[in-house]
Nanobody, 120 residues
Framework: QVQLVESGGGLVQPGGSLRLSCAAS????????MAWYRQAPGKQRELVAH???????TYADSVKGRFTISRDNAKNTVYLQMNNLKPEDTAVYYC??????????????WGQGTQVTVST
C-alpha cells in the first residue's frame, strides 16, 4: 500500500519561506512523476509544480520564480521550496505521485494535505 506523508506546512508572514516535503513508501518499484497541488477555500485544486527529472519541471505562472520543486529519488521524496510567500498562496497543499508497485503500474497517489497559511 503506497503511502505519502507530507510535512512542512504552517503559518508564515508575507515574504517568508517554507519548505514542504512528501515521502512516498510502501512497495514502490518506481516513481514516474511527482507534483504539488493546492486547494484554497472555495476554489478548485490546481497544479502548483510538477517534476519528472531535475531537467524537466513545470510551474504554475503564479509561482514561477518563487517556488522550486525538487526530488530525491533515493528517498522517494519530493520537496517544494516556497519563497516570497504571498497571502494568495494560502491553501492546503497536496503532493501527488505516479508510481508502480508489484501489482499496479502507473497509478496516481495523493498525500493527506498540509495547510499553508500566509498572513500577518
Amino acid at each position: 500500500q503506497v503511502q505519502l506523508v507530507e510535512s512542512g506546512g504552517g503559518l508564515v508572514q508575507p515574504g517568508g519561506s517554507l519548505r514542504l516535503s512528501c515521502a512516498a513508501s510502501g512497495g514502490i518499484f518506481s516513481i514516474y512523476t511527482m507534483a504539488w497541488y493546492r486547494q484554497a477555500p472555495g476554489k478548485q485544486r490546481e497544479l502548483v509544480a510538477h517534476i519528472i527529472s531535475a531537467d524537466t519541471t513545470t510551474y504554475a505562472d503564479s509561482v514561477k520564480g518563487r517556488f522550486t520543486i525538487s526530488r530525491d529519488n533515493a528517498k522517494n521524496t519530493v520537496y517544494l521550496q516556497m519563497n516570497n510567500l504571498k497571502p494568495e498562496d494560502t491553501a492546503v497543499y497536496y503532493c501527488n505521485v505516479v508510481a508502480s508497485t508489484a501489482t499496479v503500474r502507473g497509478r496516481g497517489y495523493w498525500g493527506q494535505g498540509t495547510q499553508v497559511t500566509v498572513s500577518t
